[in-house]
């Protein structure tokens, strides 16, 4: 006890002017408008900062969330733009009554779990199987453009033969002009693919748009593919034109795997065929 009174007596000065002074800062800083707005200010502008590192960091972990509701959103908005599609073209097909409106086309989004683009043969995992309708020759694409199509498929997962695979080739089309070929990847540059078995005569510019021809049922009309770099006269008949992808196979996320009606049908009158 004495060891505390002591203590106490020796800081007692101490306290005394720790006490006075408080009582000094807030007689100040409560005297005027001016100097309120002066605390204020500084205390916002630390609480501020703190609040916005905190909404920063927990931005991060709501960022996957956010992706994946942005996905299902776009995956509902593709298949209503494909159904308003079709109904345009009953409209201009006066002898077409409108009976089906649900689309040739549908898309299943799917989360890339795996991708590679180091190799000449690159494939691409997702976290959607034939649980979700998932089937092989099933088409991919991103939000940018053409991935790549279903090679295999489970119940919960599949792998995709990537755009950047050698043994790959998809049709495609010279959107100005309409003339179409094939889609292929040299297994060098990840962000180029090579345009093939379009005529001299066709007006082919720098910068023009690749699109997917449509002459299939894997991917739709239209999809983009990327822009023209460069071409040049292959053999005397036909250019070979460089394109550059739009999509960029580093940083794809999510995908929309494309859901052909037109594919069961045909498949039945190939194994007629056979």
């Known amino acids: 006890m004495n060891n505390i009174y002591e203590i106490l007596k020796r800081l007692y000065s101490h306290l005394l002017f720790l006490v006075l002074l408080g009582i000094s800062l807030s007689l100040y800083f409560n005297t005027t408008y001016y100097q309120k707005a002066q605390v204020g200010s500084v205390t916002l502008s630390i609480t501020g900062f703190w609040h916005q590192q905190?909404?920063?960091?927990?931005?991060?972990?709501?960022?996957?969330?956010?992706?994946?509701?942005?996905?299902?959103?776009?995956?509902?908005?593709?298949?209503?733009?494909?159904?308003?599609?079709?109904?345009?073209?009953?409209?201009?097909?006066?002898?077409?009554?409108?009976?089906?409106?649900?689309?040739?086309?549908?898309?299943?989004?799917?989360?890339?779990?795996?991708?590679?683009?180091?190799?000449r043969n690159n494939y691409i995992i997702l976290d959607a199987g034939t649980r979700k309708g998932v089937y092989k020759g099933m088409g991919v694409i991103c939000s940018n453009g053409v991935v790549g199509i279903v090679a295999n498929a489970n119940q919960s997962y599949s792998s995709v033969i990537s755009l950047l695979n050698t043994d790959i080739k998809v049709s495609a089309m010279h959107k100005k002009s309409g003339s179409f070929g094939a889609i292929s990847w040299d297994g060098r540059n990840y962000r180029r693919v090579i345009l093939d078995e379009?005529?001299?005569?066709?007006?082919?510019?720098?910068?023009?748009?690749?699109?997917?021809?449509?002459?299939?049922?894997?991917?739709?009309?239209?999809?983009?593919?990327?822009?023209?770099?460069?071409?040049?006269?292959?053999?005397?008949?036909?250019?070979?034109?460089?394109?550059?992808?739009?999509?960029?196979?580093?940083?794809?996320?999510?995908?929309?795997?494309?859901?052909?009606?037109?594919?069961?049908?045909?498949?039945?009158?190939?194994?007629?065929?056979?």
């Open 198 to 274: 379009i005529p001299l005569h066709v007006n082919v510019a720098v910068g023009d748009t690749i699109i997917t021809s449509g002459f299939s049922t894997i991917f739709p009309k239209g999809i983009p593919i990327g822009r023209v770099t460069d071409f040049f006269n292959k053999d005397g008949s036909f250019m070979e034109i460089t394109v550059e992808l739009f999509a960029d196979f580093k940083s794809i996320d999510y995908v929309y795997l494309v859901n052909s009606r037109a594919h069961d049908e045909v498949n039945q009158i190939q194994s007629v065929k056979q």
């Open 54 to 119: 905190a909404s920063r960091f927990t931005d991060l972990f709501s960022l996957r969330r956010t992706n994946l509701l942005l996905t299902l959103e776009n995956t509902r908005l593709r298949n209503e733009i494909e159904s308003y599609r079709v109904k345009l073209q009953a409209y201009a097909d006066a002898s077409r009554q409108i009976t089906d409106t649900v689309g040739v086309f549908s898309y299943v989004p799917a989360k890339v779990i795996d991708n590679s683009i180091n190799s």
